[in-house]
């Protein structure tokens, strides 16, 4: 909706700041989506008079033109047009001027003779031949305005206007309307609205002899007409064009414009019809016959569907009622007697009718929303008011209402104690009364009576919202929302999306499966006949036995979706899971429940070490320290010698390892497959506390390499623990860089090679304190069956 800071002023009386106004507007919940002030591009273009008219001496279609711009002197212009004469007053674009579209004039010569300026059409002002019907369009624009020489050419032609443009919401059509946009301004600045009622004089005659309406469908729920006779069609006065101008609107003529000034004003769209072409004299709104069809306005041949509302006469409709007239229902040049139609359709009706027929109009947009039937009369009574004073024509007594509609006044107590909690302020009640009156609410003893043209007002809670409004949403002060729960992260969810954002950075694919499963899936990952896993909690009413129970293991479910994913082919997956498992608690009705995160990958790239790696930046990223992985050969799902049990503090975190041939077989998996199996409470008990700072190191550090020989069977992490154990808090880093079996090494055993480094905070360390420690690493060493190579 775009609205006309000059035709505001006939309601509010408002000096518009059109930056303040725009903001204002939107902080009372009307918002403003931006503003145009007409003729702001036009720059140093006056108003001129041409004194005389000469002939260029070298080019035979140009003419040298002595114009008084009122500024003493004449001024020279070369122009080519042909429409022009000594004592025309036109447009002048003066030196350094500017034109719309970026266009500037300068001074300059024209085949030798020096032009001042240029003088200016229609078009290069950005106006077109509807805004001024006496102008021509291919020649300079001749004005038949009264104005003062060297006056600027937008105040001489009323090209001045603010257009502010609004998004008005759908449950506010009232606000697709002049008037009730000036409603908002006035109730937004405290200021009053002035509202006149139409009224029309008449002439002589009865409508009822001329026209006579019947109403066969609910879907129209009011139709009132008027009739004018001796229409005499011409342009409108300047003051009705500059305003539909302004308003986005083009000019056509006076009877046209007057159905589209009262659309823009009232918010209530209107046609005209020509009283000739309306056979019997005879108006009947019903829905459309079976196989009927209308050649719209625009020239198109459109189907109907019994759905449809349409205007007919006695013999074929005649307009899509709220959508668009017929072919030979507007206004021509021979129209003598004219039908305004003013009425009230429904709303999802022309809805569904317009997006059938494909062509959304302006009248549809409004009626859609749902109008109110109350100001049909209004309006009509407007535009024949405008008939009046625009002499188009003589207006014949009486009018037509028809249809069923009763519209029930809406009534809300008004309680000031709820609505202050609700919104969270502390306002007198006559203040509250003070916002409603304003808006034309009724309020009397304690009860609140909303306007027929705010529909949307049912509840208390819109009347909160209308004094919220007004009252200011930037003064509202904050406070805490009362009733709900404070909703927010719980640590152990911030510490699962933590691990999700971890794992996923580490190249891995999240996916979701489902806690119901078959009991054979604990044959396939061969579960022990008597392993307490295999005691489920049994589903009542199992969408199939494939679904029966509810899942004691995330193992299953992961390799069902590792063999989906081979047997798309798929050359390599790497995924996780964070899945629940239900373990029937006995004497207990529901089980209980608990996270565990499972990691599976398979295929190039992807293997025992590409997990057992994400695993360790997981525990690096969570601060988990402390922990470590010992092998197992008794874990049915994985490979024996090929697995481990990951410990923290003696306490079992889970499993990693390849997944046993006979399982992988059993799922169709064709590659070797490895699995994470990790208690997710256990990592969140176990957590690290979060970093702090340490200090850039202020001694150096000292490197030692050891080469140790012990039996193939030892684990690396026992090894390890003996060099920690030895060197203590010197041990700064440890790193293992070789394991060698071979020549020069006997039979079952194996050379592990690792870097120390060892540093002191307090001291640079000497070669004595290096060397007792490492002694100490090397007994601790022994203990466990390892020496140094020789």
């Known amino acids: 909706m775009i609205l006309s800071g000059k035709w505001l002023k006939d309601f509010v009386n408002i000096e518009i700041d059109p930056k303040q106004f725009a903001h204002d507007l939107t902080m009372t919940g009307s918002k403003v989506e931006g503003y145009k002030i007409e003729g702001e591009e036009i720059k140093n273009v006056v108003v001129g008079k041409i004194l005389s008219i000469e002939g260029h001496p070298d080019a035979d279609k140009l003419l040298v033109c002595q114009m008084d ?33 970026g266009k500037e004039i300068t001074r300059g010569k024209l085949r030798g003779i020096m032009s001042d300026g240029m003088l200016c059409s229609l078009s290069e002002l950005g106006l077109a031949a509807g805004d001024f ?61 002035t509202l006149n009622r139409p009224q029309v004089k008449g002439s002589s005659g009865d409508i009822n002899e001329l026209l006579s309406v019947e109403v066969q469908s609910p879907l129209c729920q009011r139709y009132a007409a008027k009739v004018v006779k001796n229409v005499k069609i011409g342009p409108s006065p300047r003051w009705l064009r500059e305003r539909l101008r302004a308003s986005g609107v083009r000019p056509i003529n006076n009877l046209v414009d007057i159905t589209n000034y009262v659309m823009l ?29 209308i050649t719209t306005l625009d020239g198109i041949d459109r189907p109907l569907s019994e759905e449809m509302l349409v205007i007919c006469d006695v013999k074929k409709p005649v307009a899509v009622a709220g959508v668009m007239g017929g072919e030979y229902s507007g206004i021509m040049g021979d129209t003598v007697t004219v039908v305004f139609e003013s009425a009230c359709f429904n709303g999802p009706s022309v809805r569904t009718t317009a997006k059938a027929l494909g062509m959304r109009t302006e009248s549809s947009g409004r009626f859609e929303k749902g109008l109110d039937p109350e100001a049909c009369m209004q309006a009509l009574l407007r535009a024949c ?5 625009l002499e188009a024509g003589e207006v014949v007594d009486g009018a037509i209402d028809v249809g069923e509609w009763e519209h029930t006044p809406v009534t809300i107590d008004l309680e000031p104690e709820w609505i202050n909690r609700f919104i969270g302020i502390d306002m007198p009640v006559e203040q509250m009364a003070a916002i409603l009156t304003k808006l034309e609410f009724e309020v009397k003893d304690g009860k609140v009576v909303a306007p027929s043209f705010r529909a949307d007002v049912r509840h208390k809670a819109d009347l909160a919202e209308e004094i919220a409004r007004f009252y200011g949403y930037d003064k509202i002060p904050e406070t805490v929302v009362r009733g709900i729960a404070n909703g927010r992260w719980t640590e152990e969810q911030k510490f699962e999306r933590y691990v999700r954002e971890t794992l996923v950075a580490l190249g891995s694919y999240e996916c979701l499966t489902y806690s119901f499963i078959s009991p054979k899936y604990y044959d396939k990952v061969l579960l022990p006949a008597d392993s307490p896993l295999r005691r489920s909690v049994v589903i009542a009413n199992p969408l199939g036995e494939d679904t029966s129970i509810m899942r004691t293991l995330t193992i299953p479910s992961m390799l069902e979706v590792i063999s989906r994913n081979y047997s798309n082919r798929n050359l390599s997956a790497n995924l996780f899971e964070i899945g629940t498992e239900y373990h029937p608690v006995e004497g207990e009705q529901l089980p209980n429940e608990v996270k565990k995160l499972t990691i599976a990958a398979y295929g190039d790239g992807q293997d025992f070490y590409t997990v057992k790696g994400m695993v360790e930046a997981l525990f690096t990223q969570i601060h988990l320290t402390g922990w470590r992985i010992e092998a197992v050969n008794d874990h049915p799902t994985f490979h024996p010698g090929r697995c481990g049990k990951l410990t923290a503090d003696g306490e079992i975190m889970g499993y990693i390892g390849e997944v046993h041939p006979a399982v992988l077989e059993n799922y169709g998996i064709g590659v070797r497959a490895c699995v994470a199996y990790l208690d997710f409470e256990t990592l969140f008990a176990k957590r690290g506390a979060e970093i702090t700072y340490i200090p850039l190191p202020k001694f150096p ?18 090894l390890e623990d003996a060099i920690r154990e030895g060197c203590g808090n010197l041990l700064e880093k440890l790193d293992l860089f070789d394991v060698y079996r071979g020549q020069q090494i006997a039979e079952g055993k194996k050379s592990v090679a690792y870097s120390l480094t060892l540093r002191s905070g307090t001291n640079t360390l000497t070669d004595g304190e290096v060397d007792a420690k490492i002694e100490k690493a090397l007994k601790a060493l022994a203990l466990v069956g390892a020496s140094l190579r020789k």
């Open 69 to 101: 711009v009122g500024k003493g002197a004449p001024v020279q212009i070369v122009t080519g047009a042909t429409n022009l004469k000594a004592g025309d007053v036109v447009p002048v674009a003066l030196h350094k001027s500017a034109l719309p579209g």
């Open 133 to 193: 019907p006496y102008a021509i369009e291919d020649g300079i624009f001749v004005l038949e305005e009264s104005c003062e020489m060297g006056e600027n050419i937008q105040s001489a032609i009323g090209l001045d206007d603010i257009a502010i443009e609004f998004e008005i919401t759908p449950n506010r059509p009232d606000c697709l309307s002049v008037i009730g946009l000036a409603r908002e301004v006035a109730a937004t600045y405290h200021l009053p609205f």
């Open 265 to 293: 004003e009232y918010g209530q769209p209107m046609h005209a019809f020509d009283l000739r072409y309306v056979e019997g004299g005879r108006i009947t709104v019903r829905t459309a016959q079976k196989g009927e069809r």
């Open 385 to 389: 008011q405008l008939v009046e004073e």
């Open 701 to 718: 550090a000292v490197t030692r390499d050891l080469a140790l020989l012990c039996d193939d069977a030892t684990p690396v992490a026992a």
